[in-house]
């Protein structure tokens, strides 16, 4: 993958969904020649981090002397992506929980609009000295704003 730059889009003036533009190079491809299924897991990744840093929860994170750990991740693949594709990756949070934070994606190829593939991650708050899960603090959570299930892209 080569990094593009992001964009988020906004509603009400607010950052949402994040979009991450990518280009399929060869060492992404498996050997039927479309995208290995693991390559859309180090995409969901990337685009997180990216999202997150654009937003500044990374830093806020860093202060709180924290981290972010995935827990799992889901994805449901539904039309292969080969080589030379253009894909937009999109990501946004959809909720918080004590300690967790379900962010969600969307993979289309820019060319067609084709939807590839959606998935999700469930991402712990991590306390970076302990190791253990700790609850996500209020200047995190301001970082983000939500995306209900109704408004998602």
């Known amino acids: 993958m080569k990094p593009a730059s992001g964009r988020p889009t906004a509603a009400g003036g607010r950052k949402t969904v994040y979009h991450h533009s990518l280009v399929v190079y060869e060492n992404s491809l498996d050997e039927n020649g479309h995208v290995n299924n693991v390559q859309y897991i180090q995409w969901m990744q990337d685009a997180a ?31 292969p992506a080969f080589l030379g594709d253009r894909i937009t990756v999109m990501t946004w949070v959809s909720n918080y929980r004590r300690v967790r934070l379900l962010r969600k994606y969307k993979f289309v190829r820019e060319a067609d609009g084709a939807v590839l593939a959606r998935g999700e991650t469930d991402w712990v708050f991590v306390d970076t000295v302990s190791g253990k899960p700790r609850q996500i603090p209020e200047g995190v959570t301001r970082t983000f704003t939500l995306v209900p299930p109704d408004q998602e892209p």
Do not use: F, K, N
Not at 70 to 76: P, T
């Open 49 to 79: 981090v990216l999202h997150s840093d654009s937003v500044g929860c990374s830093r806020v994170t860093r202060d709180e002397g924290a981290t972010w750990v995935a827990r799992s991740h889901a994805i449901e693949y539904l039309r």
